[in-house]
């Protein structure tokens, strides 16, 4: 995982901020990874969402390259 987006996520993740990206899987993501994170708040639920979120920023690099830059911003 890039180290400047390990809190950027976390945050995305507790919902202590809003994104909205123009990636409508990447919203879906973010919304699920919140969802789940909430109904088990637990530093294990954390990292199993850090680590997905990661593994779709990775996967899809190319195509998510202006929110990448985006988020370094948060």
């Known amino acids: 995982m890039k180290p400047d987006l390990k809190q950027t ?4 993740i507790k919902s202590e901020v809003k994104y909205q990206s ?3 899987g990447f919203n879906l ?3 699920r990874l ?4 909430s109904s088990n708040a637990s530093m294990a ?3 199993n969402c850090l680590q997905e979120m990661n593994e779709f920023c990775e996967r ?6 202006k ?3 985006a ?3 948060i």
């Open 29 to 31: 993501l973010i919304s």
């Open 45 to 47: 639920e954390l990292n």
């Open 22 to 24: 123009s990636n409508f």
């Open 60 to 65: 899809y690099e190319p195509i998510m390259s």
């Open 67 to 69: 929110d990448i830059d």
């Open 34 to 37: 919140q969802r789940k994170y």
């Open 9 to 12: 996520f976390e945050k995305l």
């Open 71 to 73: 988020m370094r911003k």
